[in-house]
């Protein structure tokens, strides 16, 4: 049977915590057609909250060390404001939203990272996606908009980072649809030239990511997104593609597949 | 066709925003048979969270004057902080719970109450349950916790009465399934002797109602409170039980009915 198109689209903090940018990308995601998710960040809002409240904000290699006072302050601008805050926006151009973390329905179960070289402390490595109730809601016209919060199944909640929940909920998606998944990026998509914003690469597949690396074209933090794409379309996503937001419910960007 | 039993419980802030309490509704909670659905406050939480941020919380006739900054702290606190951590702490009792504002599935959407005497600001009051997508959430195993947050439509968040949104889901429900509800009271029911915490009057019809207001035996807050309940009644709910927190599981309490 051939399964139906789902868009799975990750957006980051900084999109959906300022008014403008935030109506733009409700505009833009309200004329995406089909089955459709939303993952979003929220760390700016995250990182004001805790200094209005003298939490200091720690962070180690780009994550949050998530502390128990920490982690009621993500649960409250996460779960609560900045998920709601969307919520009720797309409710208003008709879109009939479901704010969901992790803990809702169950969706993802996490486990405690465990301490190595650093404890992040309440932060989550995805352990179990369950797609099935997450499905029925979207054949019946919901579309999830999902915070970066899961929980551990032993009644706590737990930080985990938005590329995750949108990497993995597109995986165990794509058992039942057609999943691409979009990562919002500050650029038009993957640059051939860091310096001319226009020279996006159009598609990249695996012998094409090997090739860009060893000539040194594709490098830095661009690898590990790459890898985690690419990891995505092994595990049944059908593409990846990485834009920016505005251009989100149109063609372009690079498209990362098989 | 028979309708299938479904108890709506409305616990108050102070209930879920203890750990030791907490602990206890949830495991009362999680021993209620068949369907049910979880309505919670969390006022002193807000107030709380209000005083560290330096926003002054002001009361009138009990209810809180929501500014655009109230509105931001109740939101992250009702449907963040408090209603997670109940969502959390209940799958680890094995209940699929999914935590809802009014604004999630469009489930209740309210009206900005019009300036009167007072301005409370961003207070909704409710004008439709969508009980249908709500009826199929549950049909499916689904608990849902709700948070005291409606919506406009128009994309703003809106502060709501945690009884009237149980009252009204109540009600809702009721075209759905056979629907009880339940407020849970810091005292064992109506009591009969207002210094004798065992003297709970066990049922109350409209026709005893209507006695005991007229012998001075129920008075003050308690006349709302019933006649509330009576209007859920008067809407198809099957019966409504006023009881303490602890006995949510039990035969108990004061039983309104016609």
């Given at each position: 049977m051939k399964k139906e198109k789902l868009t799975v689209i990750k957006v980051g903090g900084k999109i959906v915590e300022e008014e403008a940018t935030l109506n733009q990308l409700l505009q833009d995601f309200s004329a995406i057609e089909g089955y459709k998710v939303l993952v979003h960040g929220g760390g700016r809002s995250a990182t004001k909250l805790a200094a209005q409240l003298g939490i200091e904000s720690k962070m180690v290699n780009g994550r949050r060390i998530t502390d128990a006072e920490t982690l009621k302050v993500v649960t409250m601008v996460y779960g609560g404001l900045v998920n709601k805050n969307i919520v009720a926006g797309l409710q208003a151009k008709g879109v009939n939203a479901i704010g969901l973390t992790g803990a809702d329905m169950n969706v993802i179960r996490s486990v405690k990272r465990p301490v190595?070289?650093?404890?992040?402390?309440?932060v989550g490595d995805v352990?179990?996606?369950?797609a099935e109730l997450l499905g029925n809601l979207i054949r019946q016209g919901v579309v999830p908009v999902m915070a970066p919060l899961t929980h551990d199944g032993k009644g706590s909640m737990l930080n985990t980072n938005a590329d995750t929940i949108a990497g993995e909920t597109a995986k165990a998606l794509a058992e039942l649809f057609d999943v691409t998944l979009v990562f919002c990026f500050e650029?038009?998509?993957?640059?051939?030239?860091?310096?001319?914003?226009?020279?996006?690469?159009?598609v990249i597949t695996p012998e094409l990511f090997q090739e860009y690396v060893q000539k040194g074209i594709i490098q830095g933090g661009m690898i590990p997104k790459l890898e985690n794409s690419f990891s995505a379309i092994d595990a049944g996503v059908s593409q990846v593609v990485i834009t920016l937001a505005s251009a989100i419910h149109q063609q372009g960007g690079t498209v990362i597949k098989k």
């Open positions: 190595k070289d650093v404890d992040y402390g309440f352990e179990k996606v369950n650029k038009k998509g993957v640059l051939s030239d860091e310096n001319d914003d226009d020279s996006v690469i159009p």
